[in-house]
């Protein structure tokens, strides 16, 4: 075979698996699935406390491990400690690099980005620009109840994914790292300056209790109901008589195909019939489950059809969205045969704007009846 004739076989082929409407189905397969990945994203937050995904929890993962390895100097502040007692912390914290300033939540009814605005302002007025955190985490380990405490860990280790540090020196009421420095390792020293309460609720505690009061059962039904209010309906008219129409598949290169050499491979003007290619055996059913009528006759084809040996594909050219998932498997159940939705791509392919209609090769053509049905 030359490489032009091998050419005109592999577009024909290509044009064939096409018409086979593999692609077509799988995009069906997708649509009909997208309930089931909503779902499973749901389930996800839920279990996960609202985590992104898969990568972003990677990224962060793997910033707690670099966090966890290699910082070991914390001092802990909150926002009761007022504009001062926060600017010779920032003051500290910049002239010591080593040094991480470390909050445990947001004031209520804050967002985290607005929150921290405040924060970053105050910090970029030194230089170099001291090391904020939000880590609700390192308060709940170490049991941090009042501020300022500056504190000294281990170098960390992380395993099965927790932070494990020891306390090398902690202390109460002192943001000084000059004085830490001089009494490291002789573990924890209470309080040996003025403390105030944390006014900020700890972050991880606001999260607990957001997630139970989200109501995940009503956000399952509303992915389900969003699946179908995105999938295209076609509310076709019934046909008025039983009439067959014949498809050419023929395709026609329009244009010389050629290779990066500039060699022709198919010349204008090259007609190929996928069909002479490549069989379709199966046979397409179109029909409104709306209208009773043509969802009766539609099952006995099926029936009939498949008790003969032939691959049938059951198409919905619309359901009630309001019944979404429980129409469209409660159809299946009826015909008992999977069926899939009528996308662009199969109507546009077909020309079909009837239903009820059938879909089938017939010798080189393709065959679309549309059939009358009785009311």
């Known amino acids: 075979m030359s490489a032009r004739e091998k050419a ?7 044009q064939a698996e096409a018409v086979d409407l593999g692609n077509i189905l799988n995009d069906i397969e997708r649509q009909r699935n997208r309930g089931g990945s909503l779902l499973g994203d749901i389930v996800e937050r ?11 929890k990677a990224l962060q993962e793997r910033k707690a491990i670099e966090a966890c390895e290699s910082r070991t100097r914390y001092i802990f502040a909150s926002r009761s400690l007022g504009e001062q007692g926060l600017r010779d912390i920032f ?3 910049s002239a010591h690099p080593e040094i991480t300033v470390v909050f445990q939540g947001i004031p209520e009814g804050s967002k985290i980005p607005k929150a921290f605005l ?10 170099p620009v001291p090391s904020i955190a939000l880590n609700p985490l390192l308060f709940n380990r170490h049991d941090v109840t009042v501020v300022p405490e500056i504190m000294a860990l281990t170098e960390g280790e992380w395993i099965n994914q927790k932070c494990h540090q020891s306390v090398r020196t902690r202390i109460a009421g002192i943001t000084s790292a000059k004085f830490l420095e001089e009494r490291l390792d002789e573990g924890d020293l209470g309080k040996l300056g003025p403390v105030v309460g944390i006014s900020e609720p700890n972050l991880m505690d606001v999260i607990a209790r957001r ?9 399952k039904n509303r992915a389900v109901e969003n699946v179908w209010n995105n ?4 509310p076709l008219p019934a046909a008025t008589e039983d009439r067959i129409i014949k498809i050419d598949p023929t395709v026609e290169a329009l244009q010389d195909i050629k290779d990066a050499n500039g060699r022709v491979l198919i010349s204008a003007g090259t007609r190929v ?3 002479d290619i490549k069989a379709f055996d199966s046979i397409l059913i179109v029909f409104n489950p709306l209208r009773e009528e043509e969802l ?6 099926v029936e009939e059809y498949v008790n003969s040996g032939k691959s049938v594909i059951p198409v919905l050219s619309e359901i009630d969205k309001a019944q979404g998932w429980e129409m469209y498997n409660g159809i299946a159940r009826e015909i008992n045969h999977p069926v899939y939705m009528l996308t662009p791509e199969l109507k546009q392919r077909f020309g079909i704007m009837r239903t009820l209609s059938v879909v089938r090769a017939s010798g080189r053509f393709f065959e679309l009846r549309e059939v009358k049905v009785e009311r």
């Open 211 to 219: 997630i139970q009061t989200v109501d995940w059962e009503e956000k």
């Open 8 to 14: 005109i076989f592999d577009a024909a082929k290509n």
């Open 46 to 56: 839920q279990e996960s406390y609202g985590a992104g995904q898969r990568d972003v």
């Open 273 to 275: 019939n996928p069909l």
């Open 118 to 127: 405040d924060l970053q302002a105050l910090a970029k007025e030194y230089d």
């Open 91 to 93: 003051a500290e914290a």
């Open 231 to 234: 999938v295209p309906m076609y």
């Open 296 to 301: 009766q006759v539609a099952k006995t084809m």
